[in-house]
């Protein structure tokens, strides 16, 4: 299956959907990650945080495939907030894959009450620049964290990954993303399950004979964001990254985007604090 990529800012590539690690761990992260690259993903995304980068690293050196051809993310823990210990969480992240380098590095959390994102920011850089890290981005930023991070180093995250899905579309921060040239990948991308069971969702996913979770990712798809769907089950697997063989009409996409109501795991990212 040929996966369309995205083309980021520092140049470099990234598939238009990727496979989510959380909540797998252990040989299970194993397990599910070589099913993943089994149905052709190309994109894995794990944390220090989910306890289970040892799990996917090991699927990514057993399964064969050239190093880079598979991009592999990570996430910087809260403990890990500050120059000196985003390095020292770096290279926590790095032994527990077992890889000569990430592909992408993201801060998890920007946990503005501790005030130190612009320093673990700048070490963030520093490894870029060691070529310890191919790209650097981050994870639920908003607006003013994305800009106080550019206005403080002059360099852009080259993507933000935030809750995203037709419950929260996230339209306001998906402009400032394209004003800034980051490309927006999805957590959550299909919400809970009940956002599968919706009548505009199921006559959508109908009306183009795919599933409800095909029609939700492929609005992601066409707004240009990168969803990151999760499941262990080989067949959802492939359903999941098989999207690319149909497109929704504007006025889906906008039925879609309709079904907003806001955040539907209450972490907003001003308050919302993990370590």
């Known amino acids: 299956m040929s996966i369309p990529s995205l083309t980021m800012l520092d140049g470099r590539e990234v598939p238009a959907v990727g496979f989510g690690t959380f909540p797998h761990a252990g040989d299970d992260s194993r397990t599910t990650a070589i099913s993943a690259l089994d149905a052709g993903y190309r994109l894995l995304d794990t944390a220090l945080r989910y306890e289970n980068e040892q799990g996917v690293g090991r699927a990514v050196r057993e399964y064969g495939l050239p190093r880079e051809e598979v991009l592999v993310a990570t996430k910087?823990?809260?403990?890990?907030?500050g120059y000196d210990e985003t390095i020292k969480g770096f290279h926590e992240s790095l032994t527990n894959l077992g890889l000569d380098y990430v592909d992408l590095y993201l801060i998890h959390w920007p946990l503005p009450r501790l005030d130190r994102y612009v320093d673990s920011?700048?070490?963030?850089?520093?490894?870029?620049?060691?070529?310890?890290?191919?790209?650097?981005?981050?994870?639920n930023f908003t607006e003013a964290h994305l800009r106080r991070v550019i206005d403080e180093t002059g360099v852009v995250p080259v993507m933000n990954q935030v809750e995203?899905?037709?419950?929260?579309?996230?339209?306001?921060?998906?402009?400032?993303h394209a004003e800034l040239g980051i490309v927006t990948e999805s957590w959550s991308p299909m919400g809970r399950g009940e956002l599968l069971a919706e009548p505009v969702v199921t006559d959508i996913a109908q009306a183009h004979g795919v599933t409800p979770a095909q029609a939700v990712l492929r609005w992601h798809v066409q707004l240009g964001a990168v969803p990151i769907p999760k499941s262990e089950r080989p067949e959802r697997q492939r359903q999941n990254i098989d999207l690319f063989g149909f497109a929704l009409s504007a006025d889906e996409v906008a039925a879609l985007s309709a079904l907003e109501r806001g955040r539907i795991w209450g972490q907003d990212p001003d308050t919302h604090e993990e370590f």
């Open 76 to 81: 910087l823990a809260g403990r890990h907030h």
């Open 121 to 139: 920011w700048k070490a963030m850089i520093t490894l870029r620049d060691e070529g310890l890290v191919r790209s650097i981005g981050v994870s």
């Open 164 to 176: 995203m899905h037709p419950y929260f579309p996230q339209a306001e921060l998906r402009a400032v």
